[in-house]
């Protein structure tokens, strides 16, 4: 079965920090880009990082870089998301999401420009998410 399941999530207080994890079952990594995206109620899914395979073309959403690092160990078939100063608008389910290398390249600096909404057909595919909540 090809899945993707995150975990790591929880509360948190404001100016914490948290370790997300992606972890891919039937199928490796290493042939897909990765994007990390979040959904806030009543909003829509917005990327917050994406990476194109080990250390390169590696973005961020403007609200989170800085704050927000992506990673990835193939030999793990895992993705991370280390989040640092947690804000409460950072509260959110996150989902991490697989696209593979072969296709158009859609992690690029535009990340960083301006919201990038995650198309459920953009990545090949997603997890299911996990809720992270920053509160006092």
């Known amino acids: 079965h090809l899945q993707l399941v995150e975990s790591g999530g929880g509360l948190v207080q404001p100016g914490g920090s948290l370790r997300l994890s992606c972890a891919a079952s039937g199928f490796t990594l290493d042939g897909y880009a990765i994007g990390w995206f979040r959904q806030a109620p009543g909003k829509e899914r917005e990327g917050v990082s994406c990476m194109r395979s080990s250390g390169s073309s590696i973005n961020y959403a403007g609200s989170v870089k800085g704050r927000f690092t992506i990673s990835r160990d193939n030999t793990k078939n895992t993705v991370y998301l280390q989040m640092n100063s947690l804000k409460p608008e950072d509260t959110a389910v996150y989902f991490c999401?697989?696209?593979?290398?072969?296709?158009?390249?859609?992690?690029?600096?535009?990340?960083?420009?301006?919201?990038?909404?995650?198309?459920?057909?953009?990545?090949?595919?997603w997890g299911r998410g996990t809720q992270v909540t920053v509160s006092s």
């Open positions: 999401a697989a696209r593979l290398l072969a296709r158009p390249a859609v992690c690029d600096a535009s990340w960083g420009l301006s919201i990038h909404y995650g198309r459920p057909d953009e990545y090949d595919y």
